[in-house]
């Protein structure tokens, strides 16, 4: 089962642009976290924000978690074509076991 | 970040055969691997979680003699479709977890994209 929903579900920008995704959830959280996926490759983990955060950043990522809106964001400032990729939240699952993604946000930044 | 290897990343078989996907940590030891699968431009469906030692536990709808999963050692796991048909087309993907990681991260193998013919 999918825990929530991205949005948008595409998303394409210049490079310098900044991108800007959310992703809704439904249950209570521990914790969210937000992959990169290539096409056709794996995941990469970007970042984990905790349940009791608001805010946190990492180089030019920003993520923002509303655990009242049950609701959050990713900013990537100053894309580039190399950000070019599909980026899903993930939470737990109610076992807290393993990780339940989200739909998706395919990003294209053109140069 | 530690390192998850999987093998084979395509794989082309032909209906009604078996294929084995292996998915190894290469610098940890990963007592517990989850298996996905992804559709084209969808997002990736949980399978099973596998603990080292143990039976897989799948998800609802996952069905397991079809999907065999074997995780035999703390680096090694193993995904073995059985009897495959066309519908069975999709990018898997592993992932693991160890003891001496953090606790809530997860590393994923690159995937293996099947085609059964």
């Known amino acids: 089962s999918q825990q929530g929903e991205e949005d948008p579900q595409a998303l394409s920008i210049q490079e310098g642009e900044n991108a800007t995704m959310n992703c809704s959830y439904k249950t209570s959280i521990n914790n969210l976290q937000w992959y990169r996926q290539n096409s056709g490759r794996g995941l990469v983990h970007l970042i984990l924000i905790r349940s009791n955060e608001r805010e946190k950043h990492s180089g030019r990522l920003r993520v923002t978690l509303d655990t009242s809106k049950k609701s959050s964001s990713l900013l990537i400032t100053a894309s580039r074509a190399a950000d070019t990729a599909s980026y899903f939240c993930a939470t737990d699952n109610q076992a807290g076991t393993a990780l339940i993604f989200g739909k998706g946000t395919t990003l294209s930044v053109s140069s | ?117």
């Open chain 2, 1 to 117: 970040g530690a390192v998850v290897s999987q093998h084979p990343s395509r794989v082309i078989c032909k209906s009604g055969t078996s294929v084995k996907i292996e998915c190894r940590s290469l610098d940890f030891q990963a007592t517990t691997m989850f298996w996905y699968r992804q559709f084209p431009k969808q997002s990736l469906m949980l399978m099973a979680t596998s603990n080292e030692g143990s039976k897989a536990t799948y998800e609802q709808g996952v069905e397991k003699d079809k999907f065999l999963i074997n995780h035999a050692s703390l680096t090694l796991s193993t995904l073995t479709v059985t009897s495959a048909h066309p519908e069975d087309s999709s990018f898997y993907i592993c992932s693991a977890k160890g003891t001496l990681l953090r606790n809530t991260e997860a590393f994923f193998g690159q995937g293996t994209r099947l085609t059964v013919v």
